[in-house]
């Protein structure tokens, strides 16, 4: 069980415009890309191949996107893959999209979040987008998530289904604040081959405290995602570590990966906020064990008391791959409000290495900017480790580690933004040998170092060419309207970089504020 918390009451989160970089605290769920097969058939069904060509097809989110007049309503484009990567035309989906219901509102941020699985199990991936603002009669902020089914065509006029708590069978009610939908992951955690998705609401009530969190469960089926059966969950619930205490946050964060090697997916779930009495430690991480039915079979319980080097929100990021070639998922955890010395936010980065148990205090490596091997200045909020992605970029079979750092100044310029690429060995894990930086000033990056561009701000994985090895994406939601770099790498080197905004994908010039790039494909 999990060590005794004390209450505690951290920021409420409220939208405001993209030039106070406030509406942009909804953090992007690194959740990890679902792989399952097809029924009947040895073909693999990759996340985000919606027309099952065998090639991802990019998305980008638009939180900010203006809609019918409504600021902020956002939208998402999709742009089929292709062996030159992203095609040049793509697809706008929003709230005033045919298939939708509801409508276009002012501040409802369709499109912060999203994930990919192949929930009905036909062989076409399909596309889940959060609406974490959505109003649900006059609960403002109560959430919603449309889920949109891949066919032979894609997306284009896709069946669509919509949930939310109001929705008979999610348990729950809506309310103001909620946020359902803050964060998604998808992953098959009973078993059955279909896909499943869990939803975040890190800001929900649990036994009547405010802040303390939940997480939603929606099982796959023949039909898609259901939601008689779902589930609720909060740290009250059988097997799940802990007790709901007041701003824990739990939710905040949540990937999905066979943590244990037994072939059961395990739900991995950050509680940011949580307090845990005799320390100054703020903060968790909790690996739920599949395989699941009302519940978890098992959870286990990772408090920042015991992690060395972590005292500020441990679980602001997450990431789950195989970073050292053994048959358990690891997990990485941002860190990215952590202070440094005497350098407040300057962010640190923990991987925590999995055995058959699961993961231990005794398997944690932690990584910041003055780490041997990076010797890099430590400057107050750069945001080391503010997004993960994990993704096997040099081809050798082993998961390798994308890093955002959101506001890292490149020369005077603040707020520019950073990444780094950490590479994966077998039985060593990851590693500084052959890292990378990577930011607009970086030879063969496309476009130009400026304050605010906060290149890095959200980091993403996925083969946009479909020749089996993945590049890394790297959002720069301030660069102009908004940039996604499409980076190819190797081991010390960078070998190709390709940027693309709405109007290279064949979409509108879009407008400072539309935050293209703040949510991708991990």
Not at 332 to 357: F, K, N
Not at 486 to 511: E, F, M, N, R, T
Request: negative net charge; glycine residues 16%; hydrophobic residues 35%.
């Amino acid at each position: 069980m999990a060590e005794e918390k004390a209450a505690d009451t951290t920021r409420r989160w409220r939208p405001k415009a993209w030039h106070t970089a406030v509406a942009l605290l909804v953090c992007v769920s690194a959740a990890t890309a679902v792989i399952v097969l097809t029924a009947g058939s040895d073909e693999v069904v990759k996340p985000y191949d919606f027309n099952g060509d065998g090639t991802p097809d990019l998305v980008v989110g638009l939180p900010g996107d203006t809609v019918g007049g409504q600021a902020r309503a956002g939208s998402v484009v999709v742009a089929d893959g292709t062996a030159a990567g992203p095609a040049s035309t793509s697809l706008r989906i929003g709230q005033d999209s045919a298939a939708i219901s509801g409508a276009a509102e002012t501040d409802d941020s369709f499109g912060q979040t999203f994930t990919s699985g192949d929930f009905n199990l036909d062989g076409y991936a399909d596309l889940v987008v959060s609406t974490p603002l959505e109003a649900l009669g006059t609960a403002t902020g109560a959430g919603s998530i449309t889920v949109h089914y891949g066919t032979s065509k894609g997306l284009y006029g896709s069946r669509v289904d919509v949930f939310h708590e109001g929705t008979p069978g999610v348990p729950g009610d809506a309310s103001m604040d909620s946020t359902f939908g803050y964060s998604l992951a998808a992953g098959d955690l009973n078993g059955d081959g279909y896909a499943d998705l869990a939803v975040g609401q890190p800001l929900d009530t649990a036994a009547e405290r405010s802040g303390a969190g939940s997480v939603r469960l929606l099982f796959g089926s023949g039909d898609g995602l259901t939601a008689g059966s779902a589930v609720r969950l909060d740290q009250g619930s059988p097997n799940v570590p802990g007790g709901p205490e007041a701003g824990d946050r739990f939710g905040e964060q949540l990937a999905i990966g066979d943590v244990n090697g037994d072939g059961h997916g395990d739900l991995v779930v950050s509680a940011i906020g949580e307090q845990i009495i005799g320390s100054s430690d703020r903060g968790s991480v909790l690996v739920l064990f599949g395989p699941f039915d009302d519940g978890p079979a098992e959870g286990q319980y990772i408090g920042s008391t015991y992690m060395d080097g972590v005292s500020e929100f441990s679980g602001t990021a997450l990431a789950v791959g195989d970073f050292n070639g053994d048959p358990y998922a690891d997990v990485a955890v941002g860190v990215s409000d952590q202070p440094v010395g005497t350098s407040g936010a300057v962010g640190r980065l923990a991987v925590m290495y999995a055995d058959e148990e699961g993961l231990s205090y005794d398997r944690i490596r932690m990584f910041e900017q003055p780490s041997p091997g990076i010797n890099s200045a430590a400057e107050p909020e750069d945001y080391f480790a503010s997004s993960l992605a994990a993704g096997d970029f040099d081809g050798d079979d082993i998961d390798d580690l994308i890093v955002g750092m959101r506001s890292e100044a490149v020369g005077s310029a603040k707020g520019s933004g950073s990444s780094m690429v950490l590479f994966g060995s077998a039985g060593g894990g990851l590693t500084t040998a052959g890292r990378i930086t990577i930011h607009q000033d970086s030879p063969g990056v496309p476009r130009s170092v400026s304050a605010g561009n906060h290149f890095g701000w959200t980091v993403g994985s996925l083969d946009t060419d479909g020749d089996g090895q993945m590049e890394v994406l790297i959002g720069a939601p301030g660069d102009d309207a908004g940039t996604v770099t499409v980076v190819k790498v190797a081991p010390g080197q960078l070998q190709s970089a390709q940027a693309v905004s709405q109007s290279s994908l064949g979409g509108a010039p879009g407008a400072d504020g539309d935050a293209f790039g703040i949510a991708l494909p991990n």
